[in-house]
């Protein structure tokens, strides 16, 4: 059975696809590629079919990640979808979890901080409105709470 994880911001143009592609990696990385599925959304219908922010995407190329993307929004009905549904900050979280339709479903909903023990803050910073420094700063952030996790999701898949 396939392990499912989606990330979830305000677009999907900016820091849930980055997160998606950064944990594609480290999946890889951990010979865990085949086992678990990868993909995000935004709580937003904004940019549906679009491209990743080229911001994104350069910032995801200079660090040597892969950057194809196609913008959609997240819908109520894909909480039977996925095992764990990582939202990029607390405004995410908030509208992810008033949309699910049971408790089990809610505790599905988690904060990419929250496998960064080193965070200084649980919200991934939103880079939309500021520049290359601000993607990088995301990016960073980003791979911080990767290896947690991973963690995780390993736990998961021997429970």
């Known amino acids: 059975m396939v392990f499912r994880v989606t990330f979830?911001?305000?677009?999907?143009?900016?820091?849930?696809?980055?997160a998606e592609h950064i944990l594609r990696r480290h999946l890889e990385d951990a010979a865990l590629d085949v086992e678990v599925e990868?993909?995000?959304?935004?709580?937003?219908g904004w940019h549906i079919g679009k491209p990743a922010d080229h911001r994104t995407i350069a910032?995801?190329?200079r660090a040597g990640y892969t950057s194809a993307h196609s913008a959609r929004q997240f819908r109520a009905l894909w909480f039977g979808r996925y095992d764990l549904i990582i939202a990029l900050?607390?405004?995410h979280l908030?509208?992810?979890?008033?949309?699910?339709?049971?408790?089990?479903?809610?505790?599905?909903v988690r904060l990419l901080r929250e496998f960064d023990p080193g965070a200084d803050s649980p919200d991934v910073a939103d880079p939309y409105y500021g520049g290359r420094a601000d993607f990088e700063k995301v990016r960073v952030q980003i791979e911080a709470a990767a290896p947690g996790l991973i963690a995780e999701i390993k736990t998961r898949l021997t429970s």
């Open 89 to 91: 900050d607390g405004g």
């Open 59 to 61: 910032a995801l190329r």
């Open 38 to 44: 990868v993909d995000s959304s935004g709580t937003q």
């Open 94 to 108: 908030r509208d992810l979890r008033s949309m699910a339709p049971s408790e089990a479903d809610r505790e599905k």
């Open 8 to 18: 979830v911001c305000t677009g999907n143009i900016c820091r849930s696809p980055m």
